[in-house]
């Protein structure tokens, strides 16, 4: 969001006015003066004329003086705001703030992490599952690849990579990539397509390689700096 400079104050446009105000009026009795002097009015002496014309002079020089005072009090408010503006942006970019590269860092190396739990546990339920299939061959649960299903009631084995229990619970592994692959679409979707830069094609209809080519060394490098976080690598 872009913050407008606001200079404008009414009291100092109302003085200005005000200023000018005299001096027109001042202007409109000179000149009323002459005019009566034009018209062989002789009680019209030059001391009023004088008077007249210094008045006019003062007032002129009072409207002046009130355009520059309005235009310095500008100047002094549109500095003060520009002053914090700069402070505004350069609060954004100290520590703790949104732009503090720290942070995201740590944000960052918490996510992979987390992704990482993820993929091993993933690993783990699957293998889990060949695991418990062996154990129900070796009780005599027969291969049911070739077969019929047995009734939804009975145990049933589908070679060492499948298997149903008798309560009716089925165990089938599924590939963590395409695991991890729901869970980015998902995020997709709740923020509407994640956004992936401009001139970059939609996230999820992108190759991921393709997408790290993309980002790799972008500012901040957040891969170098959480590998430096946790002490390199893993």
């Given amino acids: 969001m872009t913050a407008a400079l606001t200079?404008?104050?009414?009291?100092?446009?109302?003085?200005?006015?005000?200023?000018?105000?005299?001096?027109?009026?001042?202007?409109?009795?000179?000149?009323?003066?002459?005019?009566?002097?034009r018209e062989g009015d002789e009680q019209v002496t030059a001391d009023q004329l004088a008077g007249a014309r210094?008045?006019?002079?003062?007032?002129?020089?009072?409207?002046?003086?009130?355009?520059?005072?309005?235009?310095r009090a500008a100047a002094d408010a549109a500095e003060r705001q520009r002053a914090d503006l700069l402070a505004r942006a350069a609060a954004m970019t100290a520590p703790g703030g949104p732009l503090d590269a720290d942070s995201l860092t740590a944000t960052y190396a918490a996510a992979r992490d987390?992704?990482?739990?993820?993929?091993?546990?993933?690993?783990?339920y699957n293998d889990a599952i060949g695991d418990a299939a062996r154990l129900l061959a070796a009780a005599g649960i027969p291969d049911s690849t070739s077969h019929?299903?047995?009734?939804?009631?009975?145990?049933?084995?589908w070679g060492t990579d499948a298997f149903r229990m008798a309560d009716g619970r089925s165990f089938s592994p599924t590939g963590t990539a395409l695991r991890l692959a729901v869970l980015l679409d998902d995020l997709d979707g709740e923020f509407g397509g994640i956004p992936a830069g401009i001139g970059h094609p939609p996230f999820v209809r992108t190759?991921?390689?393709?997408?790290?080519?993309?980002?790799?060394?972008?500012?901040?490098?957040?891969?170098?700096?959480a590998s430096e976080l946790d002490g390199g690598t893993r």
């Fill in 7 to 37: 200079t404008d104050r009414p009291e100092t446009g109302a003085a200005i006015e005000q200023a000018e105000q005299e001096a027109t009026e001042a202007e409109q009795l000179l000149a009323a003066l002459e005019e009566r002097v």
């Fill in 114 to 124: 987390a992704i990482r739990t993820f993929v091993t546990a993933s690993e783990g």
């Fill in 54 to 71: 210094e008045l006019g002079r003062f007032a002129k020089l009072r409207a002046e003086a009130a355009r520059r005072k309005a235009d």
């Fill in 207 to 225: 190759p991921l390689a393709e997408q790290a080519y993309r980002g790799r060394g972008a500012t901040p490098e957040l891969d170098r700096l």
């Fill in 148 to 157: 019929a299903a047995p009734g939804s009631a009975a145990v049933a084995r």
